[in-house]
């Protein structure tokens, strides 16, 4: 027997069962019919092998059946190679011969081996490579040719001599590139079933995903989209451009992006617009990637997603923020101050900011006078002289809806036909708006109307905004009224209180005759010399007050002392220097005239400490008394007395500076002499 014999024998075993490799994948192979026709198919290629076997003596022959069992088993599994066998097993009895038993066994040992080996990989099947299946059909084989040992008549070494070495490589070979074939066929069809689940669930994601999916040309054309979206107006939107439905402000920046995501093959994302043939406008948030399909065309594929909901509820968001901040900046206005003005300014400024409104009036309610009066008017840039409005009455019906307002305490809509301010306001000549009551403590004390000059652009959000603020303009209004009846009230009572302090003057002069004038002068000095100095102005009204009582000290001191002609003893001299004693005395428990009391209990002590009633020096005499002690001194030497003729202002300057260190502040000198010499002097 030759290799040519083995070789045309397994090369017609290869040809069918290639042919059968690709036949039998056209069946399901997992199913029950399936596993039945494979096994038929096996065992009719099985005999087909022994059709043409290799002869080697009557009844002994040797052909390509244990290559095709050997894979039946190994591929197909117990019932493939059982059925397989069976068919084999049943053509090799009808063909007889002194080997038919060793034939029939070599069939179910080759099966049984295909089998064996399928369970001892644990059906890892699709990793067999060209070396395992070639020792996997060399044992077959090897196992075969230990069989052979059964042939009867003794002929087995001349068999092993003849056709071992031959079946040993061939045949194992050819089990090799048998299943080589099937594990490829195998793997293709495994992928292309994976291939077509894949492509079944991409196709299922497409159709049920809410998104647009689409695909682009460098043009805009659509050629792919997985639904018709609700901005279409024909179901074929195959072939249509983005342009079409894009709304004009998106198209510009959409082209720019689909050009830059072609050029650079990047992700980009962005929002654009589509107008419905409605002209309503639906967003779009876009991922836009590039992608290549077949026939290297080029594609952009955009998922968009519906974001105008997304957007309202945003811009209600920003809405609501821009309107929390326009109020919060509107109550800091209206609460950080008392002027009435201002604060009506400042809610107007703020309204107009949230609301789109033209004007605003506010009116003030009296419950005594049971009148109406027109507190502000704005319109735009104009304001309204506050004078030329009336003063409103309830007799009046052209302004009985306000009297409405204040009786019932609720707001109304209003519009031109029903605008009290029509009547007097030739701005508000057509439009909408609302007449909002400002309560406090439950009664209406005014009314707030705010105007545009379109109809119906105000919704209830405003009128609740309008409500809240309402409340704060009643308190802020209330706190700013209560404000200024205090500083008249308290002005009224400084002026009191100046009075008798100028009472007191009065009569401290008519008591001092030689020092008449001398008070006003020394406190209207004093005052220039503040100026000059920065002092604000509520310290200078302490200091004028301390001026005008700087020697009241003086009232208690008996007339025989006071004006006494002529020189003073040492106890009357005691008496005398106890005057700022007796002024901080009678004043101290006063409370508005404790910040006054420096220039009365202070202005005779010396910068140097030699000074009474208390004996201090330098920095801790009060600023305002080391002030005046210059001042007092000026007008005392500059002015006739009856013990001698008033100094020259040089003379006197001369003296002051002289003094300075000593008994005044020399800071204080430099600065009183730069006063003096800007007064023209006499």
């Known amino acids: 027997m030759s290799y040519t014999e083995i070789v045309n024998n397994a090369a017609l075993l290869l040809v069918l069962s ?98 064996f080996y399928r369970y001892s990989i644990k059906e890892k099947i699709h990793s067999l490579n060209f070396l395992k299946l070639f020792v996997f059909g060399l044992g077959v084989h090897s196992i075969l040719i230990i069989w052979f040992i059964t042939i009867p008549g003794g002929i087995f070494l001349d068999v092993i001599q003849t056709i071992a070495a031959a079946y040993l490589s061939v045949f194992p070979i050819a089990t090799a590139i048998l299943g080589s074939v099937i594990v490829d066929q195998e793997k293709r069809l495994i992928a292309e079933e994976h291939s077509r689940i894949n492509e079944q669930k991409y196709r299922t994601l497409l159709e049920t995903a809410p998104d647009i999916i689409m695909t682009l040309d460098h043009e805009g054309v659509i050629h792919f989209i997985n639904q018709i979206p609700s901005f279409a107006i024909e179901n074929n939107l195959f072939d249509e451009s983005i342009y079409t439905f894009l709304d004009p402000s998106s198209k510009k920046q959409f082209k720019k992006v689909l050009k830059q995501v072609f050029l650079s093959h990047k992700k980009i994302y962005y929002d654009f617009s589509i107008l419905t043939p409605e002209k309503k406008r639906i967003w779009y948030a876009g991922s836009f990637g590039f992608m290549e399909e077949d026939e290297k065309k080029e594609r952009v594929i955009v998922i968009a997603k519906d974001i105008t909901q997304q957007r309202m509820n945003n811009e209600i968001i920003q809405q609501r923020n821009k309107e929390i901040r326009a109020l919060y900046e509107i109550n800091r206005s209206i609460s950080s101050s008392l002027d009435l003005e201002k604060i009506y300014d400042a809610f107007y400024e703020g309204i107009i900011g949230i609301i789109a409104c033209d004007g605003l009036t506010i009116f003030s309610y009296s419950t005594q006078e049971k ?97 809240a603020l309402a409340a704060q303009i009643a ?82 001191i008996p ?43 202070s202005h005779h002590e010396h910068w140097d400490g030699s000074g009474y009633p208390q004996g201090l020096a330098g920095e801790d005499i009060p600023l305002a008394a080391r002030m005046f002690a210059v001042v007092d001194v000026y007008d005392a030497l500059t002015s006739d007395r009856p013990y001698r003729k008033a100094w020259s202002h040089k003379k006197t300057i001369n003296y002051i500076q002289g003094q300075a260190g000593t008994h005044f502040d020399p800071a204080i000198v430099e600065e009183f002499v730069k006063l003096i010499r800007m007064i023209p002097q006499p």
């Open 18 to 115: 290639i042919s059968q490799s690709f036949i039998q994948h056209q069946w399901i192979r997992n199913s029950g019919w399936g596993q039945v026709v494979r096994g038929i198919f096996y065992g009719v290629i099985a005999v087909g092998c022994m059709l043409s076997p290799m002869r080697f003596s009557e009844g002994v022959i040797f052909d390509g059946r244990s290559v095709v069992l050997s894979i039946g088993g190994l591929f197909g599994g117990p019932l493939v190679a059982t059925i397989a066998s069976i068919i084999a097993s049943a053509y090799r009895i009808s063909l007889g011969g002194t080997g038919m038993l060793t034939g029939v066994g070599s069939i179910v040992i080759s099966a049984a081996s295909g089998i």
């Open 475 to 556: 308190v802020a209004s209330n706190n700013a009224k209560l404000y200024k009846d205090l500083r008249s009230s308290n002005k009224n009572l400084q002026l009191a209180y100046d009075k008798t302090l100028e009472g007191w003057n009065m009569a401290l002069q008519m008591r001092e005759k030689e020092t008449a004038g001398h008070t006003r002068r020394v406190a209207e000095l004093i005052m220039q010399l503040a100026d000059k100095m920065g002092m604000s102005e509520d310290e200078k009204i302490h200091i004028w007050r301390g001026a005008l009582l700087h020697d009241i000290g003086k009232l208690v």
């Open 559 to 601: 007339d025989h002392i006071l004006h006494k002609p002529g020189p003073l003893d040492e106890q009357e001299w005691e008496i005398i220097r106890n005057h700022p004693v007796y002024a901080y005395e009678w004043l101290s428990p006063i409370e508005y005239l404790r910040l006054a009391l420096d220039i009365p209990y």
């Open 371 to 467: 009148l109406i009066h027109t507190e502000y008017y704005r319109w735009g840039s104009k304001e309204g002289n506050i004078s030329d409005f009336p003063v409103i009455s309830n007799q009046e019906k052209d302004f009985a809806l306000l009297f409405q307002i204040i009786d019932a305490g609720n707001p109304i809509k209003i519009t031109t036909a029903i605008n009290p301010m029509k009547v007097v306001s030739k701005d508000q000549e057509s439009g909408s708006g609302f007449l909002v009551p400002i309560v406090l403590e439950n009664n209406v004390i005014g009314i707030i109307e705010i105007f545009c000059a379109r109809p119906d652009v105000f919704q209830i959000e405003e009128l609740h905004i309008l409500q």
